[in-house]
Nanobody, 124 residues
């Protein structure tokens, strides 16, 4: 399997960005899919995940601002980010795993497939 992210860039605080992740080599609708991020000098952080059943989970830091969604027909995962804050800056990675339990926790060890990431920079 292969994951390719796009849509990163620069935004002002309070602005919005939409990330996309195209999956290939597997049927993403049957996988737990999600987004992690890593800021410079920090450990990566689980942002949000969505299961094959459509159930989603968010980190407290992004609840009410970020929305994960998927287009199964296009094998594509999205992350809509609104009301961006400077602390949202970092490299965002699309992740996937066939194990449904991966969606129970925002834990990096649960995900066997990672994209190369896309950079998000929010200026205050």
């Amino acid at each position: 399997g292969h994951l390719v992210e796009s849509g990163g860039g620069s935004a002002q605080a309070g602005g919005s960005l939409r990330l996309s992740c195209v999956a290939s080599g597997f049927t993403s609708s049957t996988y737990c899919m999600g987004w992690f991020r890593q800021a410079p000098g920090k450990n990566d952080e689980g942002v949000t995940v969505v299961g094959s059943d459509g159930r989603d989970k968010y980190a407290d830091s992004v609840k009410g601002r970020f929305t994960i969604s998927k287009d199964n027909a296009r094998n594509t995962l999205y992350l809509e980010m609104n009301n961006l804050k400077a602390e949202d800056s970092g490299r965002y990675y699309c992740v996937a795993d066939p194990w449904a339990g991966a969606c129970l926790l925002l834990h990096r060890g649960n995900f066997g497939l990672w994209g190369k990431g896309t950079q998000v920079t929010v200026s205050s």
